[in-house]
């Protein structure tokens, strides 16, 4: 899981998230060795298996078209883009608009998903008010590629029951939170889990996360 490269992280009050594109850079090049080395597939996230990895990022930050697509494109690895339909179809360009994510999702490898509508944490809302969200996020995301997304990941991770069910009330298949860990076939496909990357990871952090190292970490969440 990655939100921005390049870009200041809204909330991002400890920096973690916050990536230049060296960092990013250093770290796809470590993901991809380790996926060479340990015979791991790099998928795109809605063909996820067993001993696969899939790139995912947050937000739909702006450089997910102008840095991340360029990089990843060129080393052929698949990405998916979870974003929030209101920051499309605001003025803050930070994140991109209605178009750039119709050329984003034009570009080899390149998958979007939606991140809710407003980016408000849906557990917070009442059902009605998270139904609405999700739905009006499906929509508006569809209408800008122009064809269904059947995929999202929960703002700042928050689901419960019965935001898991209202999302594929609505028509999503798989829905990623940000619980820390790996996924097996009997994963709910609604709760797919992911492992959260920070730029200042190193090298061995990296591999460790990677391989499985750090899935300690699930057990505090
Ligand atoms: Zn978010």
């Known amino acids: 899981m990655y939100h921005s490269v ?18 990013f850079a250093q770290q796809v090049e470590i993901i991809q060795q380790l996926a060479n080395e ?16 899939s790139f995912t990022f947050d937000d739909g930050y702006i450089d997910a078209l102008t840095i991340v697509a360029p990089l990843l494109c060129s080393k052929g690895i698949p990405f998916h883009v979870f974003v929030s339909s209101a920051r499309m179809n605001g003025t803050d360009r930070k994140y991109m608009s209605g178009s750039q994510v119709a050329e984003l999702a034009a570009m080899p490898g390149a998958t979007i998903g939606c991140h809710g509508a407003e980016h408000q944490s849906l557990t917070s809302l009442s059902i009605t008010e998270a139904t609405s969200d999700l739905r009006a996020s499906k929509i508006s995301v569809q209408a800008a590629v122009q064809h269904t997304i059947d995929t999202m990941s929960y703002p700042y991770g928050h689901v419960n029951e019965a935001v898991r069910a209202a999302a594929e009330q609505v028509g999503f298949t798989q829905a990623a939170c940000s619980k820390w860990g790996f996924n097996t076939k009997e994963t709910d496909h609604m709760m797919l889990k992911r492992i959260d990357m920070w730029a200042g990871d190193n090298p061995s952090t990296v591999r460790d996360k990677v391989l499985g190292y750090w899935n300690w970490f699930g057990l505090l969440s």
């Open 6 to 23: 390049g870009n200041q992280v809204d909330g991002d009050i400890n920096g973690i998230y916050t990536m230049s594109n060296s960092q």
């Open 38 to 53: 340990n015979n791991i597939a790099i998928v795109p996230f809605a063909a996820a298996h067993e001993n696969s990895v």
